[in-house]
Structure formats: structure tokens, C-alpha cells
């Protein structure tokens, strides 16, 4: 089985558990400030990036959505609201993001149609062939397997559902690398512990997307997981791709 380098990016280098357990940890650590953290290091362009996609994939008409690693259940919540689909689960190993997600589902009134339960993305405890769409936004990296990630994901679709996965790279135009890299590498770090103490995570951020296979590569790897078209789509000076995946 092929391995990439961003299973082997970790948050805690000085820790002996396995990638799975780490990210979980991470993320039931930041999981209080998460959401403004990600309007922050975004610049706000993180619900637009969502919102593109959402609009493509309502060209499907989905009516079951999985939203997979879907944290404090963001892109589940956009995809409800805009699409209208009768079901939506959302899965995450960090309970103590989904918690925050189940508030906001609460508070929105959405507790009959988004549904959050625990789910290990590389090993689906779901039927095959049981969702019109799965997504998936900026978790993909976090795969402790990210083949097992992306077949698990198109094993659980439908023949002709679709998968929108948002993922942030690299730019590839040398001006627009230089001012990503200053800003991923001195001014996220800076913020991240200056709002949550948690400065390994946020200096696992840039390790991950660096290590991450972007561009061509995702989209071969998409196609060998088991899709079967795919299309790619850059936006914000390249600092995020949404890859749209149909079975």
C-alpha cells in the first residue's frame, strides 16, 4: 500500500501514539476556539470556499450527505441549509469537536436533519453504496491512511453520487508561495498562540499542506480510490483546491 508523506506530519513529534490518536487529541484541545481560529487564518475566505463548493454539488441534488472529519460540522451546516437534502450525517474522532457542532446544530434548529456520530474516516462502520454525496473539508490531510480515507469515501457513495473535498495548498506561483509561506509559517503560529495556546497545532497546519499531494497527484490518487471523473478547481491565489470527485 502506497504511503505519502503527510501520515507521517504529526502534531506531538514527542509522542509515541499513532497519527489517529494525536489528531483527535489536537482537535478536542482547540476545539473551543476552532471556528474563529479558522475566520482568522482564512481571512473569512473559509465559508466562500465551502459555499463554491456546496454550489456544485447541488448540481447532484443530494439527499443523503456524509460530512466526513466534519469537526464543529461547518461545511454539514452550509450543505443543509443551501441544499436542502433530508439527511445529513456528520463523522469526526474528536468528540469534543462534534460537541461544539451539536450546539450550533441546536441553536440553528437543524437537530432533525444533522445527525453527529463518532467515525474513523480510513474505516467507515456505514453501508456501501448509502450516500448521494460525501464531503469533506480541509480533513483529508489529517488521514492517519489517506487511500483507505478516499476509497472508504467512495465505497459509502452511491453510483454517480459525488465527493467535494476542500483541502489548502501550496501556491505554486512563486510570489504568491513567498507571502503564504511567511504568513503559515511566522504570522499563524503567532496567532494560534496568542488565542489558544495550542501553537502544535498550528505549526502542524503548514507541515501537513506541505506534505500533502496536491493538484494531478490528488486527482490520480481520487481516481485509483475509485472515482471515476474528476474535476479541480483553485481559488484565493491558490492557497485552496476543491476537488469534486464523482463515482
Given at each position: ?149 478516499l476509497k472508504q469515501m467512495a ?93
Amino acid at each position: 500500500m502506497a504511503e505519502f508523506k503527510c501520515e507521517k506530519v504529526l502534531p506531538y513529534t514527542d509522542s509515541e501514539e499513532g497519527k489517529k490518536e494525536q489528531i483527535s487529541k489536537m482537535f478536542d484541545h482547540i476545539a473551543d476556539v476552532y471556528d474563529p481560529m479558522n475566520r482568522l487564518m482564512s481571512l473569512g475566505q473559509d465559508k466562500r470556499w465551502r459555499k463554491k463548493a456546496i454550489q456544485r454539488i447541488g448540481d447532484f441534488s443530494p439527499k443523503r450527505i456524509l460530512d466526513v472529519a466534519t469537526g464543529t460540522g461547518d461545511f454539514a451546516i452550509q450543505a443543509a441549509q443551501s441544499l436542502n437534502p433530508d439527511y445529513v450525517l456528520g463523522i469526526d474522532i474528536s468528540e469534543g469537536m462534534m460537541e461544539v457542532g451539536k450546539q450550533k446544530v441546536q441553536q440553528l434548529g437543524l437537530s432533525d436533519k444533522i445527525f453527529f456520530e463518532y467515525g474513523d474516516s480510513t474505516a467507515l462502520s456505514l453501508p456501501s453504496d448509502s450516500f448521494d454525496a460525501v464531503t469533506v473539508a480541509f480533513g483529508v490531510r489529517n488521514f492517519s491512511s489517506l487511500s483507505d480515507g478516499l476509497k472508504q469515501m467512495a465505497g459509502v457513495l452511491k453510483k454517480g453520487g459525488v465527493a467535494a473535498i476542500l483541502e489548502m495548498t501550496e501556491p505554486e506561483n512563486v510570489f504568491f508561495k513567498l507571502g503564504y509561506k511567511i504568513y503559515t509559517k511566522i504570522g499563524i503560529p503567532v496567532l494560534a498562540k496568542l488565542m489558544s495556546g495550542e501553537i502544535n497545532a498550528y505549526n502542524y497546519l503548514p507541515a501537513s499542506i506541505e506534505a500533502f499531494p496536491q493538484g494531478e497527484e490528488m486527482k490520480k490518487l481520487l481516481i485509483e480510490s475509485g472515482f471515476s471523473k474528476v474535476e479541480i478547481k483553485k481559488f484565493t491565489l491558490q492557497t485552496c483546491t476543491f476537488y469534486l470527485a464523482i463515482k
